[in-house]
C-alpha cells in the first residue's frame, strides 16, 4: 500500500524503514527545514537506520498526504494539533491515520484521537499503534508485540494485517480510552524511574510498577475505559521497555533531572504528567505517582523528599 509518515525522528524514521520492509511503497515527510530530513537525504541514515533506494523522502506535506492510502503519523504529541490544522483534510477522508506517540494534549486534557477528530470528517478513521520496543532493539533483528486500536473493529484487524510482520505480533486493542490513556501515562511511570535510578532508589521500581498500573488503572476506569487496559501492552506491558531499558528516552531524561544534568531536550513524559493533573481534577481521581512526578518538575518539591514520601504511604491507601 501507499503510506506516508510524517515525523522523521528516531521512532518515525524506523516506522517507515519497517513498512519497507513489508514491501509498502512508503514516503518519509518532514517540515521544510528539518535537519533529521536533509541528513536522510545526503546519507540516507540516521547512524540508526539505512534506507533503501525504495523510500521516497519529502517536505511537500499536503501532496504526500494527497497521495497516501495510510496516513502515519509520529510528531510530538503537543505538536499533533498544529500538524493537523496544516493537512488537507478533505484529501484524508476514508483514509485510515495511525497515531504513533503517547501523549495527552496540555491545556485540554484530549486524548491524540480526540485532537485528531476535531479536523477530520467523520469517515476518517483515526487508531492508534503503540507499545514496547525501541528502534536500537529491533533494528538489529529483535521481535516485540505492539497493540493497534480503534473505535472500528474492522479498521483495527485491517491494519494489524497490514502492518505485521516478523518483527512485530499485533495485539487487537478493544479499548481506545484505556489504549491511550494508558500509552500516555506510561512516559511518567518511565520519568518516575528514572529519578529513583539517579537517587539510587532503583529498588523501589518493584513498588512503582504496582502502584502505578493500579493508578492508572482507576483513572482509565473513571474516563469510561476498561480498567484492565492498565495491564495491557499499552501501559505494564511497556514498562520494561520504559522503566529499565537504557534506551528509555523518559527514563534517561528523569535520571538526569534529579542529578542535574543537562538532557538536551524534553521528554514527551514532561507535558503528559501536567495534562494528567488536568484529568485528576476532571474526573476526581488520586494520582500520587504522576503528582508527586509533575511537582519534581516544576520545582514545586524536592525529589528525594517527593519519592520517598510517596512511597512511604500506606499501601492500604493507594489501592
Same mark, same amino acid.
Given at each position: 500500500m +501507499?503510506?506516508?509518515?510524517?515525523?522523521?525522528?528516531?521512532? &518515525?524514521?524506523?516506522?517507515?524503514w519497517y513498512l519497507d520492509t513489508l514491501g509498502h511503497e512508503v514516503t518519509l515527510c518532514g517540515r521544510p527545514g528539518s535537519s533529521h530530513l536533509e541528513q536522510f537525504r545526503? $546519507?540516507?541514515?540516521?547512524?540508526?537506520? $539505512?534506507?533503501?533506494?525504495?523510500v521516497a523522502f519529502s517536505t511537500h506535506q499536503q501532496a504526500a498526504v494527497e497521495d497516501c492510502e495510510i496516513l502515519v503519523v509520529s510528531v510530538g504529541a503537543?505538536?499533533?494539533?498544529?500538524?493537523?490544522?496544516?493537512?488537507?483534510?478533505?484529501?484524508?477522508? &476514508?483514509k485510515p491515520i495511525v497515531l504513533c506517540m +503517547?501523549?495527552?494534549?496540555? &491545556?485540554?486534557?484530549?486524548?491524540?484521537?480526540?485532537?485528531v477528530e476535531e479536523f477530520v470528517f467523520s469517515d476518517t478513521p483515526v487508531a492508534v499503534w503503540v507499545g514496547p520496543g525501541h528502534v536500537q532493539e529491533f533494528t538489529?533483528?529483535?521481535?516485540?508485540?505492539?497493540?493497534?486500536?480503534?473505535?472500528?473493529?474492522?479498521?483495527?484487524?485491517?491494519?494489524?494485517?497490514?502492518?505485521?510482520?516478523?518483527?512485530?505480533?499485533?495485539?487487537?486493542?478493544?479499548?481506545?480510552?484505556?489504549?491511550?490513556?494508558?500509552?500516555?501515562?506510561?512516559?511518567?511511570?518511565?520519568?518516575?524511574?528514572?529519578?529513583?535510578?539517579?537517587?539510587?532508589?532503583?529498588?523501589? +521500581?518493584?513498588a512503582l510498577m504496582a502502584r502505578g498500573a493500579r493508578e492508572i488503572a482507576r483513572l482509565i476506569e473513571a474516563m469510561g475505559g476498561?480498567?484492565?487496559?492498565?495491564?495491557?501492552?499499552?501501559?505494564?506491558?511497556?514498562?520494561? %521497555? $520504559?522503566?529499565?531499558?537504557?534506551?528509555?528516552?523518559?527514563? %534517561?531524561y528523569g535520571e538526569a533531572f534529579v542529578t542535574g544534568r543537562d538532557f &538536551?531536550?524534553?521528554?514527551?513524559?514532561?507535558?503528559? %504528567?501536567?495534562?494528567?493533573?488536568?484529568?485528576?481534577?476532571?474526573?476526581?481521581?488520586?494520582?500520587?505517582?504522576?503528582?508527586?512526578v509533575r511537582q519534581v518538575l516544576d520545582g514545586v518539591s524536592a525529589p528525594r523528599e517527593a519519592l520517598e514520601q510517596l512511597f512511604l504511604r500506606s499501601l492500604k491507601e493507594e489501592f
Amino acid at each position: 500500500m +501507499k503510506i506516508t509518515v510524517i515525523g522523521c525522528g528516531r521512532w &518515525g524514521s524506523f516506522l517507515a524503514w519497517y513498512l519497507d520492509t513489508l514491501g509498502h511503497e512508503v514516503t518519509l515527510c518532514g517540515r521544510p527545514g528539518s535537519s533529521h530530513l536533509e541528513q536522510f537525504r545526503r $546519507t540516507r541514515s540516521n547512524g540508526l537506520i $539505512t534506507f533503501p533506494p525504495t523510500v521516497a523522502f519529502s517536505t511537500h506535506q499536503q501532496a504526500a498526504v494527497e497521495d497516501c492510502e495510510i496516513l502515519v503519523v509520529s510528531v510530538g504529541a503537543q505538536s499533533l494539533r498544529a500538524l493537523m490544522g496544516s493537512l488537507p483534510v478533505e484529501k484524508l477522508r &476514508g483514509k485510515p491515520i495511525v497515531l504513533c506517540m +503517547k501523549g495527552i494534549e496540555n &491545556g485540554t486534557g484530549l486524548r491524540l484521537s480526540q485532537v485528531v477528530e476535531e479536523f477530520v470528517f467523520s469517515d476518517t478513521p483515526v487508531a492508534v499503534w503503540v507499545g514496547p520496543g525501541h528502534v536500537q532493539e529491533f533494528t538489529r533483528g529483535v521481535p516485540n508485540c505492539m497493540v493497534i486500536d480503534s473505535q472500528n473493529r474492522q479498521v483495527t484487524s485491517s491494519l494489524v494485517e497490514t502492518f505485521r510482520g516478523p518483527l512485530i505480533r499485533f495485539y487487537y486493542g478493544t479499548d481506545l480510552i484505556g489504549t491511550e490513556v494508558g500509552a500516555a501515562s506510561k512516559n511518567v511511570i518511565g520519568i518516575a524511574a528514572g529519578m529513583l535510578d539517579g537517587l539510587g532508589l532503583s529498588s523501589l +521500581k518493584g513498588a512503582l510498577m504496582a502502584r502505578g498500573a493500579r493508578e492508572i488503572a482507576r483513572l482509565i476506569e473513571a474516563m469510561g475505559g476498561d480498567w484492565r487496559s492498565a495491564y495491557g501492552l499499552a501501559h505494564l506491558g511497556d514498562y520494561e %521497555a $520504559t522503566v529499565f531499558s537504557p534506551h528509555s528516552h523518559n527514563r %534517561a531524561y528523569g535520571e538526569a533531572f534529579v542529578t542535574g544534568r543537562d538532557f &538536551g531536550q524534553l521528554a514527551e513524559g514532561v507535558e503528559t %504528567a501536567r495534562a494528567l493533573a488536568l484529568l485528576e481534577q476532571r474526573y476526581q481521581v488520586e494520582l500520587p505517582i504522576c503528582d508527586a512526578v509533575r511537582q519534581v518538575l516544576d520545582g514545586v518539591s524536592a525529589p528525594r523528599e517527593a519519592l520517598e514520601q510517596l512511597f512511604l504511604r500506606s499501601l492500604k491507601e493507594e489501592f
